[in-house]
């Protein structure tokens, strides 16, 4: 059986910096051909306009496809499905596919929509990005502009017009895999401590937080996640059944990108053959825990195999497997870590030595 195209679903509320985002991870695509599907709604079409003037070879305007029929969520049968069909039959198709949710969009029903028969077996949710407006949420508002979303809202008549900001902002964090709190320059520092903590707090068990400015992530902290959240639609449950929407341009505070990745950090661990490859991915996951780190990859020299032993972690969840012989390589292990800057590299070290 082919291997299935990973999709990343991006959500967040108006002005959160989604289009930012994404507009990043074309940039440092470093040649993987993405495919967007933007959730438009209205006539202004203002987010594919700016991803479409990227330039990006590894995502041309033909791979752009805009839904303006309303909120993604409510239109699932009649606009979404057709579209990824259309998209997954094409004779070039994506490494991976991208779609931003309006901003006041359910990813539940999103999400549920990928183990429709037309589509199961060819794609698979890889991860959901929740983008937050760090300086929104701090100051109670979750959404930089209230009176925007709430006319936008108005909008589109399948939506509720009644529930509150803060509800809806909690099926969001419900259904994330991972939570961007982004606009980081604009909080104090103990102001983003203290909101990364209470949102690591609400969310699911493994679900990573990170802090950006202008959506300025690795590419391989965003994509790759492979969590396959269509089959796990019971941990991510809505918490009110309620549709919404909006159409967003990304009301971000800056006009281009002026903010690196110095806020990361990667570094690589080389240790000797292990003898228990089960206890060392254990290991592994509690060292991950521990240390808050987001992504850890690399192969492991296992005493009396000899193939070597594939591993990647994203946050606490550890896949192993045997994927070729070292050959004339040296049999050691080699491990590459990745954080937010500040990492205790040598404690790190230590841990997974010991």
């Given at each position: 059986?082919?291997q299935?195209i990973?999709?990343?679903?991006v959500t967040?509320?108006?002005?959160?910096g989604?289009?930012t985002?994404?507009?990043h991870?074309?940039?440092?695509?470093?040649g993987?051909?993405i495919?967007?599907i933007?959730?438009?709604?209205?006539?202004?079409?203002?987010?594919?306009?700016?991803l479409k003037?990227?330039g990006e070879e590894?995502c041309t305007?033909?791979?752009?496809m805009?839904?303006?029929n309303g909120c993604?969520?409510?239109?699932?049968?009649e606009d979404?499905?057709?579209?990824?069909?259309?998209?997954?039959?094409?004779e070039?198709?994506?490494?991976h596919?991208?779609?931003?949710?309006?901003?006041l969009a359910?990813?539940?029903?999103?999400?549920?929509?990928?183990?429709?028969?037309?589509i199961?077996?060819?794609?698979?949710?890889?991860?959901?990005v929740?983008?937050v407006?760090g300086?929104?949420?701090?100051?109670?508002?979750?959404a930089?502009?209230?009176?925007?979303?709430?006319?936008?809202?108005?909008?589109?008549?399948?939506?509720?017009?009644e529930?509150?900001?803060?509800e809806l902002f909690?099926?969001?964090?419900?259904?994330a895999?991972?939570i961007?709190v982004?606009?980081?320059?604009l909080l104090s520092?103990?102001?983003?401590d203290?909101?990364?903590g209470?949102?690591?707090?609400?969310?699911?068990?493994?679900?990573?937080?990170v802090?950006s400015?202008?959506?300025?992530?690795?590419v391989?902290?965003l994509?790759?996640?492979?969590?396959g959240a269509?089959?796990?639609?019971?941990?991510?449950?809505?918490?009110?059944?309620?549709?919404h929407?909006?159409d967003e341009d990304d009301?971000?505070h800056?006009?281009e990108?002026?903010h690196?990745h110095?806020?990361?950090?990667?570094f690589?661990?080389?240790?000797n053959?292990?003898?228990d490859h089960?206890?060392?991915?254990?290991?592994?996951?509690?060292?991950?825990?521990t240390?808050n780190?987001?992504?850890?990859k690399g192969?492991?020299?296992?005493?009396?195999?000899?193939?070597?032993?594939?591993l990647?972690?994203?946050g606490?969840?550890?896949d192993t497997?045997?994927?070729q012989?070292f050959g004339e390589?040296?049999?050691?292990?080699?491990?590459?870590?990745?954080?937010?800057?500040?990492?205790?590299?040598?404690?790190?070290r230590?841990?997974l030595?010991?």
């Amino acid at each position: 059986m082919a291997q299935k195209i990973p999709a990343t679903i991006v959500t967040g509320f108006l002005g959160s910096g989604k289009t930012t985002l994404i507009r990043h991870i074309l940039q440092n695509a470093n040649g993987k051909r993405i495919a967007l599907i933007i959730n438009e709604f209205g006539d202004l079409g203002v987010d594919g306009d700016i991803l479409k003037g990227c330039g990006e070879e590894t995502c041309t305007e033909d791979d752009i496809m805009e839904l303006s029929n309303g909120c993604i969520c409510c239109t699932v049968a009649e606009d979404f499905v057709p579209t990824m069909e259309k998209l997954l039959a094409r004779e070039n198709a994506p490494d991976h596919i991208v779609i931003e949710t309006s901003g006041l969009a359910l990813p539940q029903p999103l999400v549920r929509a990928f183990n429709w028969p037309a589509i199961a077996t060819k794609v698979t949710v890889d991860g959901v990005v929740t983008v937050v407006d760090g300086r929104a949420v701090v100051d109670g508002q979750f959404a930089h502009n209230i009176a925007a979303v709430d006319a936008q809202r108005k909008q589109d008549e399948n939506l509720d017009h009644e529930t509150p900001l803060s509800e809806l902002f909690e099926d969001q964090i419900a259904c994330a895999d991972m939570i961007v709190v982004n606009k980081a320059d604009l909080l104090s520092a103990e102001e983003i401590d203290a909101l990364v903590g209470k949102l690591r707090s609400e969310s699911r068990d493994g679900v990573q937080v990170v802090k950006s400015t202008l959506g300025a992530l690795p590419v391989d902290v965003l994509l790759g996640q492979g969590v396959g959240a269509e089959a796990d639609l019971s941990a991510r449950h809505e918490i009110h059944h309620h549709h919404h929407h909006h159409d967003e341009d990304d009301d971000d505070h800056h006009d281009e990108h002026t903010h690196g990745h110095d806020e990361f950090e990667s570094f690589i661990v080389t240790l000797n053959e292990i003898t228990d490859h089960a206890g060392f991915a254990q290991k592994v996951s509690d060292v991950i825990r521990t240390h808050n780190i987001l992504r850890l990859k690399g192969f492991v020299a296992v005493q009396g195999k000899p193939m070597r032993l594939t591993l990647q972690a994203v946050g606490p969840r550890v896949d192993t497997y045997f994927d070729q012989p070292f050959g004339e390589q040296k049999r050691e292990t080699k491990l590459v870590v990745i954080g937010e800057a500040g990492l205790d590299q040598d404690a790190i070290r230590a841990a997974l030595s010991a």
